[in-house]
């Protein structure tokens, strides 16, 4: 299954500025996910994102971050105002195409590395 | 937040014998089990998965068995080779469909030895 593609692979920003991560799905996709990865830890769920709405948060994802594909094409992450926990590598994912299984398939990520 | 866990930080073993990563959860509503590959500097990627209904499931050289009673899953490599070294997650999901969060565990770290 084709996978999905992210921008930038790095992006590197000061503390207290708005980030946008970019990914570019594929058509025919309802399903969107958000998950993220400090170094050395768990891959934790961000967000999921079905027909242009939130469809679940966790309780990572507070008043600082915001999704939305504005264009109808391109996913968004935004985090308005970053900290120096935010750094971590960031993932999005598509649903499976297959009978509309829970399988999530990654992009291969952007680093944020906030300083 | 321990809802899936993988004891096993890491695991060696040798070319063409047989791995196997163990996983253990404690939520009784996952109903879908999955295990993702992850090569570093790239995201995770699927390999397997099985639904609580299942105790077996094989694809090629992966099986991913299912202990519900024990909540405990493993995936067995046969054989194993030395492109199979990369950090394995096993990942638990309450719904079989798509729009479920995925809960990973924290990885194990296989290293496969020529």
């Known amino acids: 299954e084709p996978e999905v593609t992210q921008t930038p692979s790095h992006q590197v920003t000061q503390m207290g500025q708005e980030v946008i991560l970019r990914c570019v799905p594929i058509?025919?996709?309802?399903?969107f996910y958000w998950y993220r990865q400090i170094l050395g830890q768990k891959v934790e769920f961000l967000v999921s994102f079905y027909n242009n709405e939130i469809s679940e948060k966790s309780e990572i994802f507070d008043d600082q971050f915001s999704v939305e594909r504005p264009d109808g094409s391109n996913f968004t992450l935004k985090i308005r105002s970053t900290k120096l926990e935010d750094s971590a590598m960031y993932f999005c994912a598509r649903e499976s195409l297959r009978f509309r299984l829970a399988e999530a398939f990654f992009g291969q990520g952007t680093r944020l590395t906030v300083v | 937040d321990q809802q899936v866990k993988q004891n096993s930080p890491s695991l060696s073993v040798q070319e063409g014998r047989i791995s196997i990563l163990n996983c253990d959860y404690t939520?009784?509503?996952?109903?879908?089990f999955l295990w993702y590959k992850k090569y570093p500097a790239e995201g995770p990627t699927f390999l397997i998965s099985i639904s609580s209904i299942k105790d077996k499931n094989e694809d090629g050289r992966f099986t991913v068995f299912l202990n519900k009673s024990a909540k405990h899953l493993s995936l067995h490599i046969v054989p194993s080779q030395p492109g199979d070294s990369a950090v394995y997650f096993c990942?638990?999901?309450?719904?079989?469909?798509?729009?479920?969060?995925?809960?990973f565990g924290e990885g194990t770290q296989l290293t496969v030895n020529p």
């Open positions: 058509s025919n996709h309802l399903y």
């Open positions: 939520n009784s509503m996952f109903d879908y």
């Open positions: 990942a638990a999901s309450i719904k079989l469909t798509s729009g479920s969060r995925l809960t």
